[in-house]
T-cell receptor, first 116, second 113 residues
C-alpha cells in the first residue's frame, strides 16, 4: 500500500541557508500535517493543511512557511536556518475529519535536517 | 488546552514480561486516542486506536482501552519481545475544531533477551 513519501530523507545545511522539505501524502488523503521532533523529544506540531488551505498553526517559527499544492503534496520552506532547527521533520496525512470523528494520521519516514 | 501525559521512561523489561505504559489525557469533548510506535531511525507507525469511550484498540498483542472515567489509555502487552524495543507515543486528536494530533513525550521501551 502507498505510504506518505518525504524527500529528501537526509539534508545537511549551513546556518542561514534555506531548506525545502517535500511531502507526498497517501493518495486521496486531503489533510497534511507537519511535525518537528528534536533529539529525544516528542513530535511538536508545526502546521496543517486541509484541502490546500492552512487549517491550523502550531509552534512554527516565522522563518518557516508551508503550503499544500493542487496535487495535495506539501512543502515546508525553512529560511535563515539555525543550529536549533536540526531535527527530524515528519509529515503525516489523513483523509480529514470523518463523519464520526477523526481518521488516523499516517506518518512518513521523516527528513533528518542537520544544520551545521 | 488538550494534553497527553505519559509515564517517563526508559522502561527496561526482560523478554516475556508484562508491559504497561501509562497514558492519561486532558481534553474537552470526545477525542480519539492513539498509540504510535517509533523504531530506531524510523517514522511513527500507528499501533492502535480507539475512537470512543470503552473502545479497546488492539494490534500485535498490544491493547489499550479508552477509559473516559479515568481519562486514561494505558498500553499493555502480556509478553514482550526484544523486537518490541522502541519508543511509544500516546496521542489524541484535538477536539477544538483544528486539524492536529497532540502527542505525549514518549516512553522508551527496552526489552532484554
Amino acid at each position: 500500500a502507498a505510504g506518505v513519501i518525504q524527500s529528501p530523507r537526509h539534508l545537511i545545511k549551513e546556518k542561514r541557508e534555506t531548506a525545502t522539505l517535500k511531502c507526498y501524502p497517501i493518495p486521496r488523503h486531503d489533510t497534511v500535517y507537519w511535525y518537528q521532533q528534536g533529539p529525544g523529544q516528542d513530535p511538536q506540531f508545526l502546521i496543517s493543511f486541509y484541502e490546500k488551505m492552512q487549517s491550523d498553526k502550531g509552534s512554527i517559527p516565522d522563518r518557516f512557511s508551508a503550503q499544500q499544492f493542487s496535487d495535495y503534496h506539501s512543502e515546508l520552506n525553512m529560511s535563515s536556518l539555525e543550529l536549533g532547527d536540526s531535527a527530524l521533520y515528519f509529515c503525516a496525512s489523513s483523509s480529514g475529519q470523518g463523519a464520526r470523528g477523526w481518521t488516523e494520521a499516517f506518518f512518513g519516514q521523516g527528513t533528518r535536517l542537520t544544520v551545521v | 488546552g488538550n494534553s497527553v501525559t505519559q509515564m517517563e521512561g526508559p522502561v527496561t523489561l526482560s523478554e516475556e514480561a508484562f508491559l504497561t505504559i501509562n497514558c492519561t489525557y486532558t481534553a474537552t469533548g470526545y477525542p480519539s486516542l492513539f498509540w504510535y510506535v517509533q523504531y530506531p531511525g524510523e517514522g511513527l507507525q500507528l499501533l492502535l486506536k480507539a475512537t470512543k469511550a470503552d473502545d479497546k484498540g488492539s494490534n500485535k498483542g498490544f491493547e489499550a482501552t479508552y477509559r473516559k472515567e479515568t481519562t486514561s489509555f494505558h498500553l499493555e502487552k502480556g509478553s514482550v519481545q526484544v523486537s518490541d524495543s522502541a519508543v511509544y507515543f500516546c496521542a489524541l486528536s484535538d477536539t477544538s475544531g483544528t486539524y492536529k494530533y497532540i502527542f505525549g513525550t514518549g516512553t522508551r521501551l527496552k526489552v532484554l533477551a
